[in-house]
């Protein structure tokens, strides 16, 4: 079965530096997003991004994150110069165009666990 | 706004002993729900999903009853394995126009089977 694949599975940083949060998306989707869990807490939606733009971003979203698709397979996550407070597992997904049933599954890979020192 | 709501964890059952995780959301529209398991270091998986009103999703002896009426989505199974032990998380997918919209999770219940 075709799975979205994240590397690296863990990644730590020094507080301030760029961090880039790799994704494969499942190959024929065609919306892409990215998710955070801080531990212990709720799954949030940061972005989902779609024909080479973003979609739709929330406020934790700031200027400091940006997402681009730089190739046909990779969906990538910078953040800019990271804080502590970044810390937290990110999830990406993706999902097939919505059908006459309604919204489609994303389907999630098994996260990035980003720790900044 | 949206928001989904799950009753806390974590829940801690015998084996084959049976399942509720009550799940309830607030929405606008008639948003698709979604029951998601995460099983010990591992992603988001779909457990299973409902997108209008008394439709019911089930998979993995699993299921849930789309209720317009209560705003509920609650996650049931008869007979509970150790293997279905794992956190499991309530979800409503948001939609905007013609965009395929996020999702917006609950807290999330951690669910304990002992053998």
């Known amino acids: 079965e075709p799975e979205v694949t994240q590397t690296p599975s863990h990644q730590v940083t020094q507080m301030g530096q760029e961090v880039i949060l790799r994704c494969v998306p499942i190959?024929?989707?065609?919306?892409f997003y990215w998710y955070r869990q801080i531990l212990g807490q709720k799954v949030e939606f940061l972005v989902s991004?779609?024909?080479?733009?973003?979609?739709?971003k929330s406020e934790i979203f700031d200027d400091q994150f940006s997402v681009e698709r730089p190739d046909g397979s990779n969906f990538t996550l910078k953040i800019r110069s990271t804080k502590l407070e970044d810390s937290a597992m990110y999830f990406c997904?993706?999902?097939?165009?919505?059908?006459?049933?309604?919204?489609?599954?994303?389907?999630f890979g098994d996260g990035t666990r980003l720790s900044i020192l | 706004g949206n928001s989904v709501t799950q009753m806390e964890g974590p829940v801690t059952l015998s084996e084959e002993a049976f399942l509720t995780i009550n799940c309830t959301y607030t929405?606008?529209?008639?948003?698709?729900l979604f029951w998601y398991v995460q099983y010990p270091g591992e992603g988001l998986q779909l457990l299973l999903k409902?997108?209008?009103?008394?439709d019911k999703g089930s998979n993995k002896g699993f299921e849930a009853t789309y209720r317009k009426e209560t705003t509920s989505f609650h996650l049931e199974k008869g007979s509970v394995q150790v293997s279905d032990s794992a956190v499991y998380f309530c979800?409503?997918?948001?939609?905007?126009?013609?965009?395929?919209?996020?999702?917006?999770f609950g807290k999330g219940t951690k669910l304990s089977v002992k053998p």
């Open positions: 997904a993706s999902s097939s165009p919505r059908g006459p049933k309604g919204g489609q599954p994303q389907h």
């Open positions: 190959s024929n989707h065609l919306y």
């Open positions: 991004f779609y024909n080479n733009e973003i979609s739709e």
């Open positions: 929405a606008t529209g008639y948003p698709s």
């Open positions: 409902a997108t209008k009103a008394d």
């Open positions: 979800a409503l997918l948001r939609r905007y126009g013609g965009s395929q919209g996020n999702l917006i």
